[in-house]
């Protein structure tokens, strides 16, 4: 499929824009979206009603291969270390190391070690349907999905803003940048209702 736009962001974070029209009457702007972003991140994004979206399901996807994209090292690392604090913001950032069987790692090491002991136990459990098994992966995974919208206000002004998760701040900055590519590169289709 040929995009209008595509940016890669960190953690495996793309937007795409798939399509972009604006009615040449009344202005109204209608943005197709896809994207790959940090699963943890949907219901964030679900709060969003005025917002058409869709993404791949756990159920759809054989757990061997999810696990074992993880031990390929294709997984979810967190974009932001920042320490618990009360409230829905985390503290400030740190890289201080996690003390774990006796072992000093660092917070990317005991990331991975967590990620690989999952995929391995959803291996040995393969016999068991993916939406048991592939659950625990969620952590460590990211989804594909689909966003369609005329309203973005609301979106950009809450998942942009700096004490916005560091995950879907890092989704909402990739999609914007996408949409003023197109923007800035004049695909924009003008349509002549509306």
Wanted: aromatic letters at 10%.
């Amino acid at each position: 499929m040929k995009y209008l736009s595509e940016v890669k962001g960190k953690s495996g974070t793309i937007a795409r824009v798939v399509a972009y029209s604006q009615a040449k009457n009344s202005g109204t702007k209608l943005i197709t979206f896809e994207y790959e972003a940090y699963r943890g991140i949907l219901s964030e994004l679900n709060t969003h009603g005025i917002l058409c979206k869709n993404a791949e399901r756990t159920r759809a996807v054989p757990v061997v291969n999810r696990a074992q994209k993880i031990l390929e090292g294709d997984f979810y690392t967190p974009i932001s270390w920042g320490l618990n604090q009360a409230g829905m913001v985390a503290g400030e950032e740190s890289n201080e190391s996690i003390d774990w069987n006796g072992e000093s790692l660092t917070p990317e090491e005991f990331w991975k070690q967590w990620a690989e002991e999952n995929a391995k136990r959803a291996i040995a459990a393969k016999r068991y349907h993916k939406q048991v098994v592939g659950r625990p992966l969620e952590g460590f995974t990211t989804v594909k999905g689909v966003i369609t919208a005329t309203e973005w206000d609301n979106f950009w002004h809450l998942r942009k803003a700096p004490d916005a998760d560091p995950a879907i701040k890092e989704l909402a900055d990739c999609m914007w940048k996408a949409k003023c590519e197109v923007e800035e590169k004049g695909l924009v289709e003008i349509l002549k209702a509306g």
